[in-house]
């Protein structure tokens, strides 16, 4: 017989308190700046989805003319254990060497976040190699929890203390982004081997077999994936997290996504706005949004990930996304492409002139608004 | 017996000889893009259709470093002779109220535009009104063809003479911004009745009925709605365009559309990308795609209206849209909110470094490209 995982938020207080801080959005707001929507130049509800972005950002910062920059994309990186059973097509190493590039500001998310107008923070909260440490291409944050989670066929990916550390990291991001004044965040991924702990947590939220939501990760196939699919179904089988949410993060999940979740509850707590990303931190999301359900007032599917998980988590949170590329890379790069959109609909609402001021002539009929789903 | 309507490229010499200009990319350029996407420090084909997006720049430009910039987005505008059949929630005059907004800046575009660091060329090319032309904040081309176009459920909506001056209008469009150095251009539509020419032509394109390729344009309805589709099918019986790509331009057609036809085959003859825009923009593109196949070779469907005939127009172009955000606005508001994926491919190409360079271990064995479908 297995000892029960589950947790209470009481183990972790910091958590818990934050938790406490994230109150659903004032849905007058919303109705304030869908109000304003209607009287700019241009036919009731034409701009669509970039609408419903623009009333959001208003019910979150209790606007109608609301802010979207400074915008933060804050990479978590940590390795993980159960890459000793072969689950992924880089080495480990690859975990700390892209940390180096991070920092030089080679890689995709520099330049993705770069175009977007972000800046970039890289967070070590589970690096089990050396870093480079040299460039000064973005911010770097040094909060190494331990050097990489545990093999998590063979037990718990992290003890409780452990996992209280990551959120903690997490949650002093968010605190930090608060008092740089940060509006629009999102949070990426930097662990060879976190698909496979990103595959165990969705199987485990949503109910479903390893073999549904287990895929390609960086480009494996064949027996790899075969060996991938047996490696999350031996996982669950070890640790038995049922459906607890913190049971399930810290026994197949990994410490950069624990930190995401602090980083989440954090940023919702300071009233910024999410740019959600893929598979990986979409897996932080369920974890936030079942501890946290208002926590989802302030988050945006930013993109879809093409890694087939990715999909069904974004069913479970009932949200579509803004995006839809294809893209399966991570480090916070499809919410990097998403974050324009934030800004386009945020200078609709500051910028644009209404048809009174503008002296153009409206429509006769005023159409009652359409319902805008998410 | 209605007499034939069809046109011969003869009859438009300027387009004819543009036409001749337009070659196919060389796909050589995309195979030496991918082959260095494929060395920049990401899973190889990990950035989807910004790879895609990417490879497509460097076959237009030759280069494996595209540049994004300068971008513009034109907005031609032209009022609708059918308008007089109640077709529209908006009178006509907003057509010339909402160019002088253009020019003041207070309108979508202006706002997006700015948003993705493109500047804004206002064309009068048939409207009826008088404009307010003290704005400053777009560029104004003032090259009117006639004060809109006659009705087309008496007869075709142009004359042969009216139609070529309108494409040597688009021409001349293109030419300038070739000039200017442009690399991404984009066309936008300003005219009270437009979608109402867009859905006779594409019915008359697709050969599908009225009813499917007809929709509410800037907000209509029931009673509304069905006398549109009358309208469409009128217009059609009146005009027996067939099949002929010009003769359908020229009699249910518009000089907007028109205008939008000749600066996309110039600007495919100079060699820019061009982002395609919605339900207005796109039944253009069906006749440039048809008069000058190679066009599509510069062509990018930027976004997915929610007018229902853009869906259709899509997939008789075999494209799938960048976004997809239930946008429905014109003016070239679609393509300006997909031209920050440009600046962004471009990034990844231009400032990306490689496994080698970076010191990052690459993968084992290294997968084929898989096939990325448009």
Known sequence: V?????????????????????????????????????????????????????????????????RVAPRRIVVFAADHGVTEEGVSAYPSAVTAQMVGNFLRGGAAINVLARAAAADVCVVDVGV??????????????????????????????????ELASALRV????????????????????MGIG?????????????????????????????????RKIDVVRRALATNQPGHDPLAILRT????????????????????????GDGFIATSA???????????????????????????????????????????RLGEGTGAALAMPLFAAAAAVMNEMTTFDSAGVAGRTENPGRMAILP
């Not at 007032?297 to 930013?302: I, T, V």
């Open 2 to 66: 297995v000892e029960s995982v589950a947790m209470t938020l009481s183990a972790v207080p910091r958590l818990h308190e934050a938790i406490g801080r994230v109150r659903p959005v004032d849905v007058t707001w919303r109705d304030r700046a869908e109000a304003r929507l209607d009287e700019l130049t241009k036919p009731p509800h034409s701009l669509g989805r970039l609408e419903w972005i623009a009333a959001r950002l208003c019910a979150i910062q209790e606007t109608v003319t609301p």
């Open 128 to 161: 089990a190699g050396d870093i480079d440490a040299s460039g000064q291409a973005a911010a770097f944050v040094s909060r190494r929890v331990r050097p990489g989670t545990r093999n998590m066929t063979k037990g718990p990916a992290m003890s409780e203390d």
């Open 170 to 189: 997490g949650l002093d991001i968010a605190d930090g982004a608060a008092r740089d004044g940060v509006a629009v965040i999102a949070c990426g991924d």
């Open 194 to 226: 976190n698909t496979t702990a990103s595959s165990a947590m969705t199987a485990a939220f949503l109910g479903v077999a390893a073999a549904q939501v287990t895929g390609p990760g960086t480009g494996i196939d064949g027996e790899m994936l075969a």
């Open 252 to 275: 197949v999940g990994g410490l950069e996504i624990a930190a995401i979740v602090g980083a989440y509850v954090g940023a919702a707590a300071h009233r910024m706005a999410i740019v």
């Open 285 to 327: 999301a369920l974890v936030a949004a079942s501890i946290c359900p208002p926590f989802l007032d302030c988050w945006f599917a930013g993109h879809r990930s093409s890694e087939p998980g990715h999909t069904l988590q974004l069913g479970f949170l009932r949200r579509r996304p803004l995006l839809d590329l294809e893209m």
